[in-house]
């Protein structure tokens, strides 16, 4: 196929991108449709394909542009060589979903699935989440039982995600429209005092 003529081949392709994110997170790999990703990019069928020759393809760059930047995050906590905490760890890992919740639906898409078409974008995630679980100081030993902050973020984990579920249940609690900006320093209030209170 010849090259298509276009302005901005770039930011065509992160708009291709854009519209296959917002597609997988809503849909998972099964239920999306190439078809629907070029509607929504605003792009022909064609131009699509010149741009990612396979749906495989697209979701493994998709995931691996989402996953890099919380590697980014994991890689930078603790590089000044200062020690690194749970409760940066949790914070900073809320506001990263809070900027992109795409990912936490993904995840979840994948983690249901089992499938391994994005192992090497996933494993180079929870490679780097092991390593800054890891280099979490650990209190239990010095006799503080239940407080190693290790268990502290597992076990807060999901209290991090559950919010951004596109889930009938938290939309009665919270509303439709539960991402404005108060919402977001209120939720990020709450998990502050819930870490106070576990660690």
């Known amino acids: 196929?010849?090259?298509?003529?276009?302005?901005?081949?770039?930011?065509?392709?992160?708009?291709?991108?854009?519209?296959?994110?917002?597609?997988?997170?809503?849909?998972?790999?099964?239920?999306?449709?190439?078809?629907?990703?070029?509607?929504?990019?605003?792009?022909?069928?064609?131009?699509?394909?010149?741009?990612?020759?396979?749906?495989?393809?697209?979701?493994?760059?998709?995931?691996?542009?989402?996953?890099?930047?919380?590697?980014?995050?994991?890689?930078?906590l603790g590089a000044d060589g200062t020690v690194i905490l749970a409760r940066d760890l949790?914070?900073?890992?809320?506001?990263?979903?809070?900027?992109?919740?795409?990912?936490?639906?993904?995840?979840?898409w994948e983690m249901a699935s089992g499938d391994d078409r994005v192992e090497t974008a996933m494993k180079d995630f929870y490679d780097g989440m092991a390593r800054a679980l890891a280099a979490l100081p650990a209190r239990a030993a010095s006799g503080e039982a239940g407080k190693d902050p290790r268990d502290v973020y597992v076990s807060i984990l999901g209290a991090l995600v559950v919010y951004?579920?596109?889930?009938?249940a938290i939309k009665r609690l919270f509303g439709e429209n539960r991402f404005t900006e108060a919402d977001r320093k209120r939720r990020r209030a709450h998990l502050s005092a819930l870490l106070d209170s576990m660690l």
């Open 1 to 76: 196929m010849g090259r298509p003529k276009d302005a901005n081949p770039e930011q065509t392709r992160v708009t291709i991108l854009d519209a296959a994110e917002d597609e997988f997170a809503e849909h998972g790999f099964d239920g999306t449709r190439m078809v629907a990703i070029a509607t929504r990019a605003g792009v022909t069928h064609g131009l699509l394909h010149y741009y990612f020759d396979s749906k495989d393809g697209l979701y493994e760059q998709v995931v691996g542009r989402l996953f890099r930047r919380h590697l980014r995050l994991f890689e930078q």
């Open 90 to 108: 949790v914070l900073k890992s809320f506001d990263l979903f809070w900027e992109h919740p795409n990912q936490v639906r993904i995840m979840l």
């Open 164 to 168: 951004f579920f596109r889930d009938p």
